[in-house]
């Protein structure tokens, strides 16, 4: 047995010193300390699974409603269970609105509209963020101003722009107002002053690239969880718009909320065919923010990871 020096030796009366807790298992051993996970207790799972229930209620009532008969919805208490009318729910929706041409449509705006002011905004909230120019600050002042006019006040001025254009009812009447949004400018600017190192640019500036090239090959990688966010939320609103496409299109070339306001006609209006039609309306929005809701995921924790 060595001999142990006599400094570190305990005096008399005095309990030998423990070895900490990562220093078990002898010298020049140290076993890692696993860190504690908070778990929380029943109250908050009940209130999670509790908040879960109330969100997806509407949904699965929208089901419900849209599987059985106008008589099975009137009934007090109302059944709680789907019913065996939802595909002949859908062929009266097929019958009574074009809501496959309706569906066509809304994807083209949605999916235009989505695209430009995704594209349009990550360009101008990079300049508005990185790029240093004359007359910046006002113009970003500008840009978030117009965020306090209410649209309805331009309703007038559109419409007869687009009638000296002649786009009424055609799809690019509703598709180019909406191109670029003011919130999404702003946005960008905020998600890319926080994400993205002016060591980046500089770096990139320093070995000849130019600005369209650092846009490309250094911002969209960064800014790509922004950018999912902000078309999910844009393709949401223009998939959702009822206010401008029932003024500038017709019932001819309808998007799907135009298209809803067709269906269950009649003296009594007939609710399952309508919840038919909402259904059919909601299924794509509910696949975009399936996917676009990945890659905001995917790309967060792709930002987490530090080499």
């Known amino acids: 047995m060595a001999d142990v020096p006599a400094h570190s030796r305990p005096r008399r009366g005095q309990r030998p010193a423990r070895a900490p807790p990562f220093a078990e298992g002898g010298p020049g051993v140290t076993t890692r300390v696993a860190g504690r996970t908070g778990h929380g ?23 419900v409603a849209a599987s059985r008969s106008n008589a099975d919805l009137a009934q007090v208490p109302p059944t709680l269970l789907p019913g065996p009318n939802l595909i002949r729910n859908f062929e009266a929706v097929m019958e009574e609105a074009d809501i496959g041409k309706a569906l066509v ?3 083209i705006v949605s999916g235009s509209i989505t695209v430009g002011t995704v594209l349009c905004c990550t360009l101008a909230g990079f300049a508005f ?26 309703v007038i001025p559109l419409f007869m722009l687009i009638a000296e254009l002649g786009w009424v009812n055609q799809l690019q009447s509703v598709i180019l107002p909406g191109l670029v949004s003011a919130f999404g400018v702003f946005f960008m600017r905020q998600y890319l002053v926080q994400s993205l190192p ?11 690239a130019s600005s369209a090239r650092i846009f490309w090959s250094v911002v969209v990688p960064i800014a790509r969880p922004g950018m999912a966010v902000l078309g999910m939320l844009t393709f949401m609103a223009a998939w959702n718009d009822f206010f401008w496409p029932i003024i500038a299109l017709s019932s001819q070339e309808p998007t799907v909320q135009v298209a809803l306001r067709q269906l269950g006609g009649g003296y009594v209006h007939d609710q399952s ?31 987490a990871v530090k080499g």
């Open 41 to 63: 207790g029943r109250i908050t799972y009940a209130i999670l699974i509790l908040a879960l229930l109330v969100s997806a209620f509407p949904f699965y009532w929208t089901i």
């Open 105 to 107: 449509n809304s994807l």
């Open 129 to 154: 963020a990185k790029l240093r120019f004359r007359g910046r600050g006002a113009l970003l002042a500008l840009t978030v101003g117009t965020m306090m006019i209410p649209p309805q006040l331009g």
């Open 198 to 208: 002016d060591e980046l640019i500089e770096a990139a500036r320093v070995d000849g």
């Open 273 to 303: 065919v309508i919840m038919a039609g909402t259904l059919l309306g909601t299924l794509p929005v509910l696949l975009v923010f399936g996917l676009l809701g990945r890659q905001i995921v995917g790309g967060i924790m792709q930002g």
